[in-house]
């Protein structure tokens, strides 16, 4: 036999593809010809594959060797692909009868000494054979944990080619992953710790309920952080299919844990501003790596100090914000990747980042407009609730008499709002007030009433408000009504609302 075809996975964007590697040996000159796209990682696995084979003390086959992927118009990225090549090249020389890999999707990366190295997006992958009809599935050991998480699929692991081969040609057993760890998650910090701060929680609550970006400005020490930390634990949990998603946009990044759970508790990005274009939209060769605003896909993305980040890096968020996606432009085949995210942009009032209330600050205003100018453009458009917090004081931190809501309670008001709110526009097919387009907010039978947005209007007619920030007024306003449990806004609601654009700095 000179033919022979293994399965494997190969991914476009977080969307896992069926792969069949074909070996084809032919008497000829000893070469390796590879061919269906490959990028410069595939090219390299040739060189990869034939050290392993040798070295896991196979026979090389002196003949001319051509391995094609198909489909061929589908982009290949990355090293998942050497255990299949391998397993095929070694089936069509005659070496191995490749019966017990029929119906099997093998993925994993060689290392010269024939060891199976872990590859990034095994979970995607594997998704995508079980939807393909492939129920099993070996992987390398390192992801075996991932690879159980979907359901219906019998996942085996290899540590070597020495191990794939003893099972192919003698059916030594192969690995078996790891029990599923019985630990549940650990909760993340509670809002029960932050005591004061009224307006910050508020707006949090507000934010989270009506999937509002929020801007929050204050000087340091004004609990910007310890608020946006707190966001993901009010936001409703993560059901299947975002769950699936999020946690397969990790496993691409290769930063799942090793227990291999789903991530069910929405993800929270905090990148620093000293962070690159890649890091913060993603990139890089080979298997393209999500940066956080994938990471923070259906989740938060925080940025602290806002202002301090590059204008093109915040300028790169632009789209994924418009359009919950981000294409990174590719060489050969462009990848895209999810970037819902919520975002809580946090910002100092002024260069010196001095606390409020100390003489020590003394900048100029103008130096202080610029200053958060610079959060404009890109970003302040789309933030519906922008806050200016005053500092915390000892008195607030300390004062434990008050009862403090925790995570829990403010997290099923969200929730029932959030279903309100779905409820209403599940015509639109829009989940949140946030994605609810003004004109829309303006039409009846949504139009609030006039005596209702009579000081709205006002604002508007003196250019305090611009047209934008009236219907983001509006958004908001439906927020508060949901999580007050009403059918529409009251003037009442309009004007919490306005307030919670008391931090507008455009
Ligand atoms: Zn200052």
């Given at each position: 036999m000179s033919y022979a075809k293994v399965l494997c996975v190969g991914l476009v964007g977080v969307t896992g593809h069926l792969v069949e590697v074909e070996a084809d040996l032919a008497p000829g000159l000893p070469t390796v010809v590879l061919s269906g796209l490959p990028d410069t990682a595939l090219n390299e696995a040739r060189d990869r594959v034939r050290a392993a084979v040798v070295n896991s003390g196979q026979r090389w086959p002196n003949r001319r060797i051509t391995l094609n992927l198909l489909p061929a118009t589908l982009p290949k990225h990355g090293s998942a692909f050497d255990l299949a090549i391998a397993a095929a090249l070694l089936g069509g020389s005659g070496e191995l009868p490749l019966a017990p890999l029929d119906k099997v999707a093998v993925l994993g990366e060689l290392g010269l000494d024939g060891t199976v190295r872990p590859v990034r997006g095994v979970l995607p992958m594997v998704a995508a054979a079980a939807r393909a009809g492939i129920t099993r599935v070996i992987v390398p050991v390192e992801n075996a944990a991932e690879a159980s998480v979907v359901p219906g699929v019998h996942v085996r692991a290899v540590d070597s080619l020495h191990r794939l081969v003893g099972f192919i040609r003698d059916g030594a057993p192969l690995l078996t992953p790891p029990s599923p760890s019985p630990a549940p998650p650990r909760p993340g910090p509670?809002?029960?710790?932050?005591?004061?701060q009224e307006l910050g929680r508020r707006a949090l609550e507000v934010a989270a309920a009506g999937g509002h970006h929020l801007a929050l400005i204050g000087?340091?020490?004004?609990g910007k952080t310890m608020l946006a930390e707190r966001m993901p634990a009010i936001l409703p949990q993560l059901d299947d299919e975002a769950a699936l998603e999020v946690t397969a946009l990790h496993s691409i990044a290769g930063l799942?844990?090793?227990?291999?759970?789903?991530?069910r508790r929405p993800p929270f990005q905090a990148p620093h501003h000293t962070a690159t274009v890649a890091s913060l939209v993603g990139g890089g060769s080979g298997l393209a790596r999500p940066g956080a605003v994938s990471l923070a896909h259906r989740g938060v993305l925080f940025l602290d100090e806002?202002?301090?980040?590059?204008r093109g890096t915040l300028e790169a968020l632009r789209q994924p914000l418009e359009s919950g996606r981000i294409s990174?432009?590719?060489?050969r085949g462009g990848t895209e990747y999810p970037a819902q995210v919520q975002l809580i942009a946090a910002a100092n009032?002024?260069?010196?980042?001095?606390?409020?209330?100390?003489?020590?600050c003394e900048c100029p205003p103008l130096t202080r407009r610029r200053y958060l100018a610079r959060?404009?453009?890109?970003l302040l458009d789309r933030i519906d609730v922008q806050v200016t917090l005053a500092p915390l004081r000892a008195a607030e931190l300390m004062d434990s008499g008050r009862t403090v809501e925790s995570s829990t309670v403010v997290a099923a008001r969200v929730g029932r709002a959030r279903a309100a709110a779905a409820a209403r526009w599940a015509d639109g097919g829009?989940?949140?007030?946030?994605?609810?387009?003004g004109p829309h907010l303006r039409r009846p039978p949504w139009r609030l009433p006039t005596r209702d947005t009579e000081a709205l209007r006002k604002l508007l007619d003196c250019g305090v408000l611009s047209a934008r920030g009236f219907d983001r007024v509006i958004r908001v306003a439906w927020t508060i009504a949901d999580l007050d449990g009403r059918d529409r806004p009251e003037a009442a609601d309009i004007d919490e609302a306005t307030q919670l654009r008391t931090g507008s700095v455009g």
């Open positions: 509670d809002l029960a710790d932050v005591a004061g000087p340091p020490g004004a799942l844990p090793p227990d291999g759970r789903l991530i806002t202002p301090e980040f590059q990174l432009n590719r060489s009032p002024c260069p010196c980042a001095k606390p409020a209330g100390d003489v020590a959060l404009s453009g890109p829009w989940r949140v007030n946030a994605e609810v387009p």
